[in-house]
């Protein structure tokens, strides 16, 4: 059986995408969709959901609308987390309530959504239910994860378990979904669609994990924006978090020094709480995190019951997420 590499099933994505048709009226709706999806990204949704699909199944590209209608369903999500924010740039380009404005990035957003829906819909009438239950709780799930992370903001007492939760509902759920639907669409036996969902859960929190390390330690023409804006914007990460519960009195008091000033220098700021980091060791407890949940995606891809070497794509693919710089 043919097992497709990560390049070859990115290509065919890409490829797909750029060939959907926008031809419903008025075009100004659907200008901020394909800006949006043509912009970049490294497609890691629709690729895993391919790469599921594939470990019972050849010619992964049969399903490649329902893949699509996940990263469509991202980029919304990202187009309207851009609009919270008040971000100018998405991956080196202008966002869209810049480029346009606000009102359409709502209304560009929410139309967005509706294609996410229409595309994920175009599977087997025997899993369409099925599909839409996954997809339904998922979307659910990130909006409750958005909204967790932007409460966050206002509290100085989140956990470590509660960050944790959080980016698990943000971002794990939907590499999940990803991989569970290309199980659920490859007929993959129950429990094998179960140990897929979990493998994209722990998949997803080495993700995030690996982003609140990169934000801070990355190399920016390699990661693409300014390191540190987690720092500059005190943003709740599992760095911050675990800095304060690490940190001795002296540092403690700095860091809330930094946390609280209404002025500063952002390269200083950024320079001073990284130091702080150095000091505290919390680029190796974040590594070691990372590690934590990659291995533990090893242990259930190993789980899933398929041959060895039918997993060598999806194996191959989690190394290189592993060892991303950007």
């Given at each position: 059986?043919?097992?497709l590499?990560?390049?070859?099933?990115?290509k065919?994505?890409?490829?797909?995408?750029?060939?959907?048709?926008?031809d419903?009226?008025?075009?100004?709706?659907?200008?901020?969709?394909?800006?949006v999806l043509?912009?970049?990204?490294?497609?890691?949704?629709p690729?895993?959901t391919?790469?599921?699909?594939?470990?019972?199944?050849?010619q992964?590209?049969?399903?490649?609308?329902?893949?699509?209608?996940?990263?469509?369903?991202?980029?919304?999500?990202?187009l309207?987390?851009d609009?919270?924010d008040?971000?100018?740039?998405?991956?080196?380009?202008?966002?869209?309530?810049?480029?346009?404005?606000?009102?359409?990035a709502?209304?560009s957003?929410d139309?967005?959504?509706?294609?996410?829906?229409?595309r994920?819909?175009?599977?087997p009438?025997?899993?369409?239910?099925?599909?839409?239950d996954?997809?339904?709780?998922?979307a659910?799930?990130?909006g409750?994860?958005?909204?967790?992370?932007?409460?966050?903001?206002?509290?100085?007492?989140?956990?470590?378990?509660?960050?944790?939760e959080?980016?698990?509902?943000?971002?794990?759920?939907l590499?999940?979904c990803?991989?569970?639907?290309?199980?659920?669409?490859?007929?993959?036996?129950?429990?094998?669609c179960e140990?897929m969902?979990r493998?994209?859960?722990?998949i997803?929190?080495?993700f995030?994990?690996q982003d609140?390390?990169?934000?801070?330690y990355?190399?920016?023409k390699?990661?693409?924006?300014?390191?540190?804006?987690d720092?500059?914007?005190?943003k709740?990460t599992?760095?911050?978090?675990?800095?304060?519960n690490?940190?001795?009195?002296?540092q403690?008091?700095?860091?809330?020094?930094?946390?609280?000033?209404?002025?500063?220098?952002?390269e200083?700021?950024?320079?001073?709480?990284?130091?702080?980091?150095?000091?505290i060791?919390?680029?190796?407890?974040?590594?070691?995190?990372?590690?934590?949940?990659?291995?533990?995606?090893r242990?259930?891809?190993?789980?899933v019951?398929v041959?060895?070497?039918?997993k060598?794509?999806?194996s191959?693919?989690?190394d290189?997420?592993?060892?991303?710089?950007?």
């Amino acid at each position: 059986m043919k097992q497709l590499p990560s390049d070859e099933i990115l290509k065919k994505v890409n490829d797909f995408l750029s060939s959907l048709p926008y031809d419903r009226k008025p075009a100004s709706l659907y200008e901020p969709v394909q800006y949006v999806l043509a912009i970049g990204g490294k497609r890691i949704r629709p690729v895993l959901t391919l790469l599921g699909y594939n470990l019972w199944r050849e010619q992964p590209e049969d399903i490649l609308m329902p893949a699509i209608g996940l990263e469509t369903y991202h980029n919304y999500t990202l187009l309207h987390d851009d609009l919270m924010d008040n971000a100018d740039v998405r991956r080196g380009q202008m966002t869209v309530h810049k480029k346009w404005d606000a009102n359409k990035a709502i209304l560009s957003g929410d139309s967005m959504l509706v294609l996410a829906y229409q595309r994920v819909a175009q599977v087997p009438a025997d899993k369409l239910q099925q599909v839409l239950d996954l997809f339904t709780i998922t979307a659910l799930e990130i909006g409750e994860g958005q909204e967790y992370d932007m409460s966050f903001e206002t509290r100085n007492d989140v956990t470590e378990d509660e960050y944790i939760e959080m980016i698990r509902l943000k971002t794990s759920v939907l590499l999940a979904c990803a991989l569970k639907m290309g199980a659920i669409l490859a007929d993959a036996p129950k429990q094998d669609c179960e140990r897929m969902y979990r493998l994209g859960e722990q998949i997803g929190l080495a993700f995030q994990l690996q982003d609140d390390l990169l934000d801070v330690y990355g190399d920016p023409k390699l990661f693409g924006k300014a390191v540190g804006g987690d720092i500059a914007s005190n943003k709740k990460t599992y760095m911050l978090i675990n800095a304060f519960n690490r940190a001795n009195d002296k540092q403690r008091a700095e860091l809330s020094r930094w946390i609280n000033a209404k002025t500063f220098n952002r390269e200083v700021k950024v320079a001073e709480v990284t130091r702080l980091y150095d000091d505290i060791g919390i680029r190796e407890l974040c590594e070691q995190k990372i590690n934590y949940y990659f291995e533990q995606a090893r242990q259930t891809l190993a789980e899933v019951d398929v041959p060895a070497e039918r997993k060598q794509a999806l194996s191959a693919y989690m190394d290189e997420l592993l060892h991303r710089n950007k």
